[in-house]
């Protein structure tokens, strides 16, 4: 199995350029099946996830060709409702293709995405919206199974604006007949980039970026070319590598819109923060100060920048509280932090974050992004650091090693 090893204190400068944003790529690749003619998608992460999706919908009779960031998908030769178990285990992403199928030709199968570390990641919300819209439901060992003779718009209260579940109820509305309002949607920039390719290719969407989305069923889409936005979540955890080692780095390829949240709480804790129209520059002079962070869906502090904002709050000079309010098990990250000296304590869904010199250690990654926490706490180090099971990280980072490398980091990954 693969490692990371980190030599801590270097600090970093200089420029890199941030990829397409994962969680755009995984439900835009799967829109590209509600059309009858090819699509071509551009800045596609080189990321595991992506390649996972890419074999499922393979498997499905398909057309998939991909080269570099570029993947085109012919969907006309789709010949399975069904998505390939053991692909779809490896990628909670897989029961998009349940929306998708179900909206275009009325059956679905996928077995139910695995619980992953961070939760038990359930899916009753995107199962309450497709019965909504009048299909039938079942789960018979592990397997998920949803058919409809005909899908008829509604409106859908989410009781929680779940990501996944207003992208799978977006997916099975847009070929619905009729009209369909979801209430209490989420809001994430990666549904509005979902949405803006569904409208081009045709589809009748209104209000996606607010919580409440309207979905006018049309007859049928077209494939189409689109270029995925910046991930949001790669960038802040540059960001706070330039930030943590006391460095200077400029992160190309960022909608700060889309990260006010982390730019606020890094303002608060007096890093200098230059915006501009290509990017963000980051430079940390002086003492960090300690705040308080709360994740919340968007536009509220991400979940996915939890882990990677903690290992920061160890360099501040006072204490600070994390407030994790979106996934129920999420601070798995902290017992491999203590190791490396981290003084956390745990109590409950918040963590008491105090001033801890980090020393360099072998630790295991459990999560993405608890690997991309252990990674940034390596950089800051005291001696040399292990970091192993990084294919976690490497679902979501291209080439992370390379990038903080390019940067002055002293990381290299090892057999
Ligand atoms: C997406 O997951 C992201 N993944 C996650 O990023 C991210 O943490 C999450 O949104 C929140 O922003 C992808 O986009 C592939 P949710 P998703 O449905 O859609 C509960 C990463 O690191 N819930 O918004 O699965 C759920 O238990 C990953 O890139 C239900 O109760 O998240 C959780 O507590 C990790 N019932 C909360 O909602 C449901 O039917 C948020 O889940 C669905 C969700």
Known sequence: MAKFVINGGNTLKGEIKINGAKNAALPILAATLLADSPSVLRDIPDLRDVTNLCEIIKKMG??????????????VGINSFETDKELAKKLRASYYILGVMLAKYGEARTSLPGGCSIGNRPIDLHLKGFKALGADVSLNHGIVEVKADKLVGDKIYLDYPSVGATINIMFAASLAE???????????????DLANFLTVMGANIKGVGTDIIKIEGVDKLEGKEHRIIPDRIEAGTYMIAAAITGGDVFVKNVLTEHIKSLIAKMHEMGIEIEEDISGVRVIKNGKLKSVDVKTLPYPGFPTDLQSQMMVLLTQTKGTSIVKETVWENRFMHVDELKRMGADITIDGHSALIRPSFLSGAEVTVTDLRAGAALILAGLVSDGKSKVSKIHHVERGYEGIEKKLASLGADIKRVK
């Open 62 to 75: 398909a057309n998939v060709k991909r080269s570099n960031h570029l993947v085109e998908i012919d969907p």
């Open 178 to 192: 009729g009209k369909t309002v979801i209430e209490n949607a989420a809001r994430e920039p990666e549904l509005v």
